[in-house]
């Protein structure tokens, strides 16, 4: 009965428009206090004790690169090496748009930062190309989702602090899965170009495309730097965080020049802003999952799923039907930080690998960045388009469809998932 009304009162307060953070905090401390022999004392140190693990640093770090790199040039120079290489394509702009996010995801980690990112370039351009705007809102909400699942992804780190899992083996995983799902992106939308009859801009010379390249090269070599020091054993997740916060200021300041202090206030709002959301939401689920813990649900769950013989089959299927309901109106720290805790039980009975069922759980909160009313990703895009939210849902469903697909495949086929995070010692 008391976990019913704590989720009932979640649900009133979040109606009520009460920040979700605040709505998951004010619901449990409320339930904890009234039904519970817990003080309010032991929640404060519960809320604390749920920062204090090192591998939460390495959010801020990558935070903060991604806003660095949106706001001093190196995504733009990004842009416009692969615009002069693929640009001149059928539909080259939409092939640019997902290149550009598969690349910026491997810094930022973040999705919504992919999609301002990428978006606030390339839906002008489209638009301006003569592509449908629903359709550009569409393809840079859904290929911004990559930002989470092409490592380095926050989404990962918290997955491996809550499951204590390597946080560099959930980081591989995601390569193949990212690329399978970049790819099938790429498919859909030169597919679309094509019935679209969307053509591609003047083919660039070689000269320009060299000079292109070389003008991006400082950007390129970001994700290589990141990633490289963390599966080379020379730094770890949070190290290589700060690292690339570094080498992006030194690209930014000596080598593009384009930092100004103007520049350099608004990025430390926007990093702070992104961040500080996160670490408010982070204390506020583990107090929910205090509660759920004392009164033992996870286990309970998994005593029920045992008992009434539930195949690997049906979990599967409720639990991606769970998470694409909860997308509609949670967003993706929330949905992990309130499900996983429960889930881990369930998923060690039944044999699945924790690493695959992290890569499908990052694909599945990929596909709540972009489903209403509460897509963050789809708000991002209608900000820098200034079109209603109804005009990027409908540009956004073909690519639902096919990520929905990508998803199926990636529990079908859980090697794809598996076979980098199992050449790891």
Known sequence: METVLLFSLFVVLFLLHVPIALSLAISSVVILATTTDFNLYMVAQKMFSALESPP??????????GTIMSHGGITKYLIAAIRAWVGHLRGGLSIVTILSCMIFAAISGSSPATAAAIGSILIPAMTQAGYEKRYAMGLVAAS????????????????????????????????????????????TAIVY????????????DWKTRWECTYKALPGLLLPVIIL?????????????????????????????????????????REAI???????????????????????QVPARVAQ?????????????????????VLGTFLE?????????????????????????????????MELAMITPPVGLNLFVVCGIARERLEEAVRGVLPFIGVMILTLIILILFPKISLYLPSLMR
């Not at 679209?196 to 003047?202: D, F, L, M, V």
């Not at 020091?229 to 593009?256: D, N």
């Not at 029920?304 to 694409?324: E, K, R, Y």
């Not at 993706?332 to 889930?343: D, E, F, K």
Request: proline letters at 5%; one cysteine or more; aromatic letters at 10%.
């Open 228 to 268: 490289g020091s963390i599966y080379g054993g020379i730094c770890t997740p949070t190290e290589a965080a700060i690292v690339s916060v570094f080498y992006a200021l030194l690209v930014t300041v000596f080598v593009y020049r384009e930092m100004t202090w103007a520049k350099f206030r608004t990025i430390l």
């Open 332 to 364: 993706a720290v929330s949905i992990v930080l309130i499900t996983l805790p429960v889930l881990i039980p369930v998923i060690k009975h039944l044999g699945i690998d924790m690493i695959h069922f992290a890569v499908t759980m990052v694909v599945s």
């Open 193 to 204: 170009a094509r019935l679209k009859n969307y053509g591609g801009e003047p083919r660039s």
């Open 56 to 65: 939460l640093m390495a959010i801020p770090g990558f935070v903060l690169a």
């Open 273 to 295: 802003g992104i961040t500080s959301m996160i670490f408010l939401i982070i204390p506020a689920a583990m107090t929910f999952a205090l509660y759920l813990a004392s009164e």
């Open 304 to 324: 029920w799923i045992a008992g009434s013989d539930l195949g690997v089959g049906l979990f599967w299927l409720a639990v991606q039907t769970m998470f694409f």
């Open 144 to 187: 911004g989702t990559l930002g989470i699942l092409i490592p380095p992804s926050i989404t990962f780190v918290l997955i491996g602090v809550t499951a204590n899992e390597s946080i560099g083996k959930l980081f591989m995983a995601g390569v193949l899965p990212g690329i399978l799902l970049g790819g099938v992106l790429l498919v």
